[in-house]
């Protein structure tokens, strides 16, 4: 069952003239399960920043101004604050204003005394979306297309853009939101990044320093960090870190045994046989039918590994298709994944941040050691097939360099996180010297909803103080049980 959750907002309240040049409307922003109610407006903003004029610029029949969508939530509470919330979404390729409801349980508290300013980055939601339905992601998850069918279908992707997407990079994106801060009038941002998001919020840092209040990055990508070559390695560890839990649990041993050699077994099984499998398809009640191959069990496996509520029903799942054959249950997370992924996505603007920010500076001899993980040694390859005729977009000549500064800033980590391990915040402790690094154990990518989070990132962004944060109620965080099978955990 799915519930529409719409949350209204007392605008009376915390009502602040922004800006006399900036129309808001009321809107409801959000897809799917979730809604808000808003306000919302667009600011154009130059489709290029002045440090890039000198570079090949938009042909003379093609815009020269992009339109930005945003939306303004306003505090509860009547303020005088100059400050506001802002989220950068993740992906990269997500749109902030439409993927915020779904989490803004986990900012309710900062939303009582800050207005929150939503920014759909360019190529996102509803800023110019660089989409096309056709193109694979460039990371590989697709599981059907060939390498040489994805250079293929990326390359049709940039010639049907009605935009240039090599002015879609982080380095312009960061002018956008300071563009919309001084538009607004707000006086400093209190900025929380998520996953690529974190990768936005440290270059806006570099760029912007004053007019950062705090900042909370959640999931980091650090400068230095290229995506791809760790993601096998990395989805391996929270793989055998899952298997260790279940271990570790008497009812999940009891039921599944250690899953490590089973699973790459059965692994192997698909790519020497794939699976004709049949399930009900949850969405429409209808059966569907689909070809299950290794990698879609390798990309499901991933996907699930991202969330403690998903990983908690992964061991069953890997055991009833080990023991039973019965691969109903993982196709059908697989076709939701997809369906999931395809929507939320805009995959020209996704492909834009991969082949500037990442593939050009990736070393084929990091992923050595791929070949015996689960994901096996085809990330890279795709990431290099997509990237092969796309173009160099705008990065800034410090892009990959450190960020250095004393902004209060959180570190948010979870220990099984399956693309953004620990190690990453740890790496940025050095050069940030006003932060606080909270890692949780069990937990997976994102951790901004869980447990008392939310009370201890209003405090921080109150506050502004990391040294004084109280962080014992997190010791109560439990990760999910186990399901023991489709009934649930044991009692």
Same mark, same amino acid.
């Given at each position: ?5 719409i ?7 915390g009502e602040?003239?922004?800006?006399t040049d900036?129309?808001?409307s ?5 897809t799917?399960?979730a ?5 919302? =407006? ?6 290029n920043?002045?440090e ?6 938009q042909p003379s ?6 339109d930005?969508s ?5 505090a509860r509470?009547q303020s005088?604050?100059?400050d506001?919330?802002t ?11 439409e ?7 986990a900012?309710?508290?900062i939303?009582? &005394? ?6 759909d ?10 989409v096309c ?6 990371m590989g998850l697709?599981?059907?297309?060939d390498?040489?069918?994805?250079a293929q ?7 049907s853009?009605?935009?240039?997407p090599?002015?879609?990079t982080?380095s312009?994106a960061v002018?956008d939101?300071e563009n ?5 009038g707000?006086?400093?941002?209190n900025?929380?990044?998520i996953s690529y ?7 806006y ?7 950062? !209040?705090?900042l909370?990055?959640d999931?980091v990508?650090p400068? &230095?960090k290229?995506?791809? @070559? ?5 989805s391996?560890?929270s793989?055998?870190?899952i298997?260790?839990?279940?271990l570790e649990v008497?009812?999940?041993t ?6 490590s050699?089973?699973t790459?077994?059965l692994?192997e099984s698909?790519?020497?046989q794939?699976?004709?499998v049949?399930?009900e398809?949850i ?9 299950f191959?290794?990698?879609?069990l390798a990309?499901?496996?991933?996907l699930m ?6 990983a908690?029903?992964l ?8 023991v039973n054959?019965n691969?109903?249950?993982?196709? !059908?997370?697989s076709?939701?994944?997809s369906r999931s992924?395809?929507s939320?996505?805009a995959?020209?603007m996704?492909h =834009? ?5 990442d593939a050009?500076?990736?070393?084929n ?6 070949a015996?993980?689960y994901?096996?040694e085809?990330v890279?390859?795709?990431?290099m097939?997509?990237?092969? &005729? ?6 800034d000549?410090d892009?990959?360099e =450190?960020?250095?500064?004393?902004? @209060?800033t959180l570190i948010?980590?979870?220990e ?6 620990p190690?990453y915040?740890?790496?940025?402790i050095d050069?940030?010297? &006003?932060?606080?690094h909270?890692?949780n ?11 008392c989070?939310?009370v201890l990132?209003a405090?921080f ?6 040294s004084q944060l109280?962080t ?11 399901f023991i099978?489709?009934n649930? @955990?044991?009692p």
């Amino acid at each position: 069952m799915v519930c529409l959750l719409i949350f209204s907002a007392a605008y009376g309240a915390g009502e602040k003239t922004l800006a006399t040049d900036i129309e808001f409307s009321e809107c409801t922003i959000g897809t799917g399960a979730a809604s808000l109610v808003a306000q919302c =407006a667009t600011v154009s903003v130059p489709l290029n920043a002045a440090e890039f004029s000198h570079q090949a610029s938009q042909p003379s029949d093609k815009p020269s101004h992009i339109d930005l969508s945003i939306a303004r939530i306003p505090a509860r509470r009547q303020s005088a604050r100059t400050d506001a919330f802002t989220l950068i979404a993740g992906g990269p390729g997500q749109s902030a204003i439409e993927s915020f409801p779904s989490v803004s349980v986990a900012f309710r508290h900062i939303m009582r &005394n800050h207005d929150v300013i939503l920014i759909d980055q360019r190529g996102t939601g509803q800023s110019e979306k660089l989409v096309c339905e056709e193109a694979p992601d460039s990371m590989g998850l697709d599981a059907e297309v060939d390498h040489e069918k994805m250079a293929q279908l990326a390359r049709e992707c940039r010639d049907s853009l009605q935009y240039d997407p090599s002015w879609f990079t982080t380095s312009m994106a960061v002018h956008d939101l300071e563009n919309v801060r001084q538009k607004l009038g707000i006086e400093q941002w209190n900025m929380y990044g998520i996953s690529y998001g974190t990768r936005v919020a440290l270059h806006y840092l570099r760029r912007y320093p004053d007019s950062v !209040r705090t900042l909370v990055l959640d999931a980091v990508v650090p400068p &230095n960090k290229s995506l791809g @070559p760790d993601i096998a390695a990395l989805s391996q560890r929270s793989l055998d870190l899952i298997f260790k839990r279940c271990l570790e649990v008497q009812g999940c041993t009891q039921a599944f045994g250690d899953l490590s050699t089973p699973t790459m077994k059965l692994l192997e099984s698909l790519e020497a046989q794939p699976r004709t499998v049949s399930f009900e398809d949850i969405a429409t009640g209808k059966l569907s039918t689909m070809e299950f191959t290794r990698q879609h069990l390798a990309v499901t496996i991933r996907l699930m590994s991202y969330s403690a509520l998903t990983a908690a029903i992964l061991p069953s799942m890997l055991h009833d298709a080990i023991v039973n054959d019965n691969f109903a249950p993982l196709a !059908r997370q697989s076709e939701q994944q997809s369906r999931s992924l395809g929507s939320a996505l805009a995959t020209g603007m996704h492909h =834009a941040i991969l082949c500037t920010e990442d593939a050009p500076f990736i070393d084929n001899t990091e992923t050595s050691g791929d070949a015996d993980t689960y994901l096996g040694e085809g990330v890279v390859t795709s990431l290099m097939a997509s990237c092969e &005729n796309w173009p160099q977009g705008k990065i800034d000549s410090d892009f990959k360099e =450190a960020v250095v500064s004393d902004t @209060p800033t959180l570190i948010l980590s979870g220990e099984a996180d399956p693309i953004t391990p620990p190690a990453y915040g740890d790496s940025l402790i050095d050069d940030l010297s &006003n932060a606080k690094h909270i890692i949780n154990p069990d937990q997976g990518h994102m951790q901004a909803p869980y447990g008392c989070m939310p009370v201890l990132l209003a405090k921080f962004v109150e506050s502004k103080d990391v040294s004084q944060l109280n962080t014992d109620c997190l010791k109560r965080l439990r990760s999910p049980p186990f399901f023991i099978d489709a009934n649930g @955990p044991q009692p």
